[in-house]
Nanobody, 124 residues
Framework: VQLQASGGGSVQAGGSLILSCVVS????????MGWFRQAPGQEHEFVAG????????YYREDVKGRFTISRDVARNTVNLHMNSLKPEDTAVYYC??????????????????WGQGTQVTVSS
């Protein structure tokens, strides 16, 4: 599976961005997908995930109510709508295949390789 994230940019606090991830090599309807982020000097951290069926999603606590993950099966794309952005959301954002996701949890392969991310910078 090849993953290409895009849509990042620089915004003021309170602004919005929409990130997109094009998935190649597998159909999206067979994949649980997630978004992760990595701030400078930090490890990758989970942000949001959506099930292969699209009917279950899971978010880290500090983005609930602000971020929404969605998918476009026709375009084989996973999106992350980010609203009310905060400076602490600043990071490089990546999409990744998950091993499972439900409304209460998400799991992923810790050894998975990361594709190209997209930079999100939020200024105060």
């Amino acid at each position: 599976v090849q993953l290409q994230a895009s849509g990042g940019g620089s915004v003021q606090a309170g602004g919005s961005l929409i990130l997109s991830c094009v998935v190649s090599g597998r159909t999206l309807s067979s994949l649980d997908m997630g978004w992760f982020r990595q701030a400078p000097g930090q490890e990758h951290e989970f942000v949001a995930g959506i099930s292969w069926s699209g009917d279950q999603s899971y978010y880290r606590e500090d983005v609930k109510g602000r971020f929404t993950i969605s998918r476009d099966v026709a375009r084989n794309t996973v999106n992350l709508h980010m609203n009310s952005l905060k400076p602490e959301d600043t990071a490089v954002y990546y999409c990744q295949v998950l091993t499972s996701v439900s409304d209460s949890a998400a799991r992923w392969d810790e050894e998975a390789k990361w594709g190209q991310g997209t930079q999100v910078t939020v200024s105060s």
